[in-house]
């Protein structure tokens, strides 16, 4: 009896070491399916209500350079990169580079008081029931979005932004 019980105790730790490996490394090892676009990709569409209740479309833009930001007011980086967003927008916007900046499901009020307190001219845009926010398989805030003319993702920067580094990229994202 026990030599049989003393076996089974032997592959219960076999089956917990071979399951914990596979598991570990997987997560090492594998390749991770955020559910996030990527490069060269084209980002999923969208309509989303402005400020003003005025539906935009990601499709109203096609054939211009984009950024797509998604944010928080309760986010630090995000406070910060907004009104960065803002200058480089306005240093920007005559060689038709379009900012929008999804808020993720905050109340009316604090979103515009955000707005009226930096004076951004940019649409924003609100993402009540965050379906955008999971088509774009977002995990952190802010997530910034570069899309190149031709509707194609340039590339994806998960996090805050120096002005230097946004006006980097937009420089790129204008020679596309």
Do not use: H
């Not at 596979?22 to 400020?51: H, N, R, W």
């Not at 479309?57 to 950024?67: D, E, F, M």
């Not at 980086?77 to 038709?96: A, L």
């Amino acid at each position: 009896m026990r030599k049989n019980r003393k076996k089974v105790q032997i592959v219960i730790l076999i089956a917990v070491f071979i399951i914990g490996g596979y598991a570990i490394g997987s997560t090492l090892f594998g390749e991770e399916d955020t559910g996030q676009i990527k490069v060269g990709m084209e980002p999923p569409p969208f309509t989303l209500a402005d400020l003003d209740d005025n539906p935009q479309s990601l499709s109203n833009y096609t054939g211009q350079p984009v950024i797509i930001n998604f944010w928080g007011t309760f986010c630090e980086p995000c406070v910060k990169e907004m009104p960065e967003f803002e200058r480089q927008y306005e240093k920007w916007k005559d060689r038709g580079l379009v900012i929008l900046a999804i808020n993720l499901s905050e109340d009316t009020l604090s979103v515009n008081n955000f707005v009226k307190r930096f004076n951004l001219s940019y649409p924003i845009l609100r993402d009540v029931n965050r379906k955008t926010e999971r088509k774009y398989g977002l995990r952190q805030y802010p997530t910034t979005f570069f899309v190149k003319p031709d509707g194609k993702l340039m590339e994806v920067v998960v996090g805050g932004m120096s002005e230097e580094q946004i006006n980097s990229r937009v420089e790129r994202l204008l020679q596309s």
